[in-house]
């Protein structure tokens, strides 16, 4: 059983940093997608990051670019995403995501990820 636990989230102010990790235990599908999405009170489920093939291929939400950073340790089969320069619009909770199947959309697609964390809180302040 694939269990995606997520931590590292908190408040800070605008411009500060946090890094959040991903334990996945159970996943062995490492050369599938793993990515992080974020979702606002309000606000559709949006994707922030993936890191697909294993970790050679990475994409990234335009508003993300440049600040945030996703990795991959596939022998800890840990997901980070380290976050800079953070924006109160960054403020959402995060949630880890993993897919363990061939699929043919975009890497931010929800239907991609069949196997989902609970979420961690970022706010941002100004």
């Known amino acids: 059983q694939v269990q995606l636990v997520e931590s590292g989230g908190g408040s800070v102010q605008a411009g500060g940093s946090l890094r959040l990790s991903c334990a996945a235990s159970?996943?062995?599908?490492?050369?599938?997608?793993m990515g992080w999405f974020r979702q606002a009170p309000g606000k559709e489920r949006e994707g922030v990051a993936a890191?697909?093939?294993?970790?050679?291929?990475?994409y990234y939400h335009d508003s993300v670019k440049g600040r945030f950073t996703i990795s991959r340790d596939n022998a800890k089969n840990t997901l980070y995403l380290q976050m800079n320069s953070l924006k109160p619009e960054d403020t959402a909770m995060y949630y880890c995501?993993?897919?363990?199947?061939?699929?043919?959309?975009?890497?931010?697609?929800?239907?991609?990820?069949?196997?989902w964390g609970q979420g961690t809180q970022v706010t941002v302040s100004s």
């Open positions: 890191s697909c093939t294993g970790g050679r291929d990475t």
């Open positions: 995501a993993a897919s363990g199947r061939s699929y043919g959309g975009t890497w931010y697609d929800l239907g991609r990820y069949n196997y």
């Open positions: 159970g996943y062995t599908y490492s050369s599938y997608c």
